[in-house]
């Protein structure tokens, strides 16, 4: 039987650098990379289309330099964060809703970096994260800085491996061409440099 344990063993043994995805705040600014618990972010309800809120684990997106108190600037407020789905919670949702070997193959090809709108975090300490979790980055959203406490919330960062991960596929993402030819394409090609 294809269970959440061994669908975590099988991305476990095809992800190679799990050991090294996260590693402790310890003299980190309060920033980008990092892994909070209990948060409270917006969630839509799409029976009834309107929004509620939910409390979850989330990875912080927001830099530093613009969470810092010290940097005080006009509509500073809120935070950029991605909800980390429970790898259980996402396994459970889909497990009789797909036959087995499409949910299998959805699981490896996220293991291997292959689903371009969402990331695998592996298993961590942190209570909602026993058999990793998935961050969808379509799911990005904002909350009030008031509602995230460094100390009541930050779980973990991720390392320096995790973090390049991080910024490599929320650049495939966001960022990759275009699947047309956008108009002014040449004129852009032609008078602009790539960092203009």
């Known amino acids: 039987m294809y269970s959440v344990q061994t669908a975590t ?10 050991k090294a995805t996260y590693g ?3 003299g980190l600014p309060f920033g980008a990379g ?6 409270r972010y917006p969630l839509c309800n799409k029976d009834n289309r309107k ?24 509509q500073n407020e809120d935070i950029l964060i991605c909800p980390i789905i429970p790898f259980e919670n996402f396994f459970d949702a889909y497990k009789n ?9 959805f699981i490896m090809n996220l293991s291997n970096n ?8 592996p298993p961590h300490d942190c209570s909602d994260l026993q058999y990793g979790g998935i961050v969808f980055f379509n799911k990005i959203c904002s909350t009030h800085t008031d509602l995230i406490s460094f100390e009541d919330n930050v779980v973990c960062s991720l390392s320096a491996i995790g973090y390049d991960k991080l910024g490599r596929m929320l650049h495939n993402h966001l960022l990759r061409p275009k ?5 002014l394409s040449k004129f852009v090609s032609a008078n602009f440099k790539a960092n203009d």
């Not at 063993?9 to 799990?18: Q, V, Y």
């Not at 990092?34 to 948060?39: A, K, L, T, V």
């Not at 929004?51 to 006009?74: A, Q, R, W, Y």
Request: charged residues 25%.
């Open 51 to 74: 929004f509620m809120t939910v409390e979850g684990t989330v990875l912080i997106l927001t830099h530093e330099c613009d969470l810092s108190p010290e940097n005080d600037k006009i």
């Open 9 to 18: 063993k099988e991305i476990l043994d095809n992800f190679t650098s799990h």
């Open 114 to 121: 292959k689903i371009f709108r969402a990331m695998y975090l």
């Open 24 to 26: 402790p705040v310890n």
């Open 34 to 39: 990092m892994i909070c618990e209990d948060i």
């Open 97 to 105: 809703v797909f036959e087995v070997n499409k949910l299998r193959a």
């Open 179 to 183: 699947s047309a030819e956008l108009p």
